[in-house]
T-cell receptor, first 113, second 115 residues
């Protein structure tokens, strides 16, 4: 499995952009990078994913480096409700057709006033 | 739109008891899976299913059984509960493997304590 490395915690002021980094230096050419978040031990929630190009949706932007060895999730205007654990995941397709998301320990983002 | 529904939300068992954690999805998703999450750790895959009648093991399958008789339901069975199975269990579903965009939708979780 491609391994991901994230800082254990980050702080961000409300209204400012939150930039969450992720290293995935062993990622292979056909593996996607996914970001999920988990609020208060609820079920994880999908945020965004990408392969090579930068991506943007209503929740966030994903910047992937040209060599694909790292990426950054950007929450453009963080609010208190964005306080959560953010997981950077490389999606692996299992031999039997299964879909494995390897969750590391993620980054605890704390948004403060 | 209910999404992924897990029952019960909380459960306390005694060592050696058996129980079934229920998971149902109403999105007609092919793929369903079970994860467990222990304190301070990420989620670990227990079992998964790529369609009705097809199941396979994840990374921590011991002590758990699954079956997939319908597209909608994917129950997780603990045959003889052990304290090491105290955890939060999440069920997830997604549309399928052949799609580039394969979002997994998670249930709210079942918090299980084995005494």
């Amino acid at each position: 499995d491609a391994k991901t490395t994230q800082p254990p915690s980050m702080d961000c002021a409300e209204g400012r952009a939150a930039n969450l980094p992720c290293n995935h230096s062993t990622i292979s050419g056909n593996e996607y990078v996914y970001w999920y978040r988990q609020i208060h031990s609820q079920g994880p929630q999908y945020i965004i994913h990408g392969l090579k190009n930068n991506e943007t949706n209503e929740m966030a932007s994903l910047i992937i480096t040209e060599d694909r060895k790292s990426s950054t999730l950007i929450l453009p205007h963080a609010t208190l409700r964005d306080t959560a654990v953010y997981y950077c995941i490389v999606r692996l397709i299992l031999t039997g057709g299964g879909n494995k998301l390897t969750f590391g320990t993620g980054t605890q983002l704390k948004v403060e006033l | 739109n209910a999404g992924v529904t897990q029952t019960p939300k909380f459960q306390v068992l005694k060592t050696g008891q058996s129980m079934t954690l229920q998971c149902a999805q109403d999105m007609n998703h092919e793929y369903m899976s079970w994860y467990r999450q222990d304190p301070g750790m990420g989620l670990r895959l227990i079992h998964y299913s790529v369609g009705a009648g097809i199941t396979d093991q994840g990374e921590v399958p011991n002590g758990y059984n699954v079956s997939r008789s319908t597209t909608e339901d994917f129950p997780l069975r603990l045959l003889s509960a052990a304290p090491s199975q105290t955890s939060v269990y999440f069920c997830a579903s997604s549309q399928g493997q052949r799609l580039a965009k394969n979002i997994q939708y998670f249930g709210a979780g079942t918090r299980l304590s084995v005494l």
